[in-house]
């Protein structure tokens, strides 16, 4: 098994995470995980293979700061002689890591994630205890817009200016209070986002409404899929930038595209 990369000469795509003018240290080196993540092309080809060796092999191509949490004595983890069988060719690294941990899945759900200046990659119980937990605030009040009903038509030429009179809002006793809308769109996100994670399915992360903010207890790997990153990944010079979703609980790619000559 080999990892090979590639030059590229694509083009540079704007990544749709805010981006902020002066990140910290840890935004600053995980911005360049990130963007080794997405902007090196490996190629993978691999036949049963220890997921051990792969995974070094991976770290190595990247030049990262890596940590696997291991299975040992007192811990459950990744088992480092689970084979893998996989090849890909001149993929974004965090596709072929993507690819990775589906073959993983089939012993726990695993995940990667970026914290402590580093690429973490374990299985999801891990990482929903601890440390590993971080509070972040999400105001949604722009998210719970109601639109107005009015008791009239609009009358033409009624008014004393010629102008349109709507008429005035009525009350509707169907119509929900922010509380009810909050608790609707928290709902949405625990059914649809990482389910088994939330304590309301029996697992650690929890998400309450507060002051129309949403306050979200979770490790990184469910915070991206609510907000994405607060940063763009790092981009080498010369390359057209890349798109990356994080969505249903894996990453996409798309790639500039490369116009017909």
């Known amino acids: 098994m080999r990892f090979l990369l590639q030059s590229i000469v694509l083009t540079p795509l704007l990544l749709c995470s805010v981006l902020f003018a002066a990140p910290d240290t840890t935004k600053y080196a995980h911005a360049k995980i990130l963007g080794k993540l997405l902007y090196t092309d490996l190629s993978l080809s691999c036949d049963e293979q220890p997921v051990s060796q792969v995974l070094h092999q991976f770290q190595d191509d990247l030049n990262i700061d890596m940590f696997v949490f291991w299975k040992s004595k007192d811990k459950d983890g990744i088992d480092k002689s689970t084979p893998i069988t996989l090849k890909l060719t001149n993929q974004p690294a965090i596709v072929v890591l993507e690819r990775i941990i589906e073959k993983l899945n089939n012993t726990a759900p695993t995940a990667w994630q970026l914290r402590d200046s580093m690429l973490e990659i374990g299985f999801?119980?891990?990482?929903?205890e601890g440390s590993a937990m971080e509070l972040r605030t999400y105001d949604v009040m722009n998210l719970m817009f109601t639109i107005r009903d009015f008791d009239n038509a609009p009358t033409m030429g009624t008014t004393g200016g010629g102008g349109v009179n709507f008429g005035d809002p009525t009350d509707d006793p169907n119509r929900l209070t922010k509380n009810e809308e909050a608790e609707q769109l928290i709902n949405t996100i625990t059914d649809f986002i990482e389910s088994e994670q939330w304590k309301v399915h029996g697992g650690n992360c929890t998400i309450r409404f507060y002051k129309g903010s949403l306050l979200v207890?979770?490790?990184?790997?469910?915070?991206r899929q609510l907000g994405g990153y607060p940063f763009a990944p790092l981009k080498p010079k010369n390359m057209k930038t890349?798109?990356?979703?994080?969505?249903?609980?894996a990453a996409s790619v798309r790639l500039p595209r490369v116009p017909n000559i």
Do not use: L
Request: hydrophobic share 30%.
């Open 124 to 128: 999801k119980e891990r990482f929903t």
């Open 217 to 223: 207890k979770a490790p990184d790997f469910v915070h």
């Open 242 to 249: 890349r798109t990356i979703k994080f969505s249903g609980g």
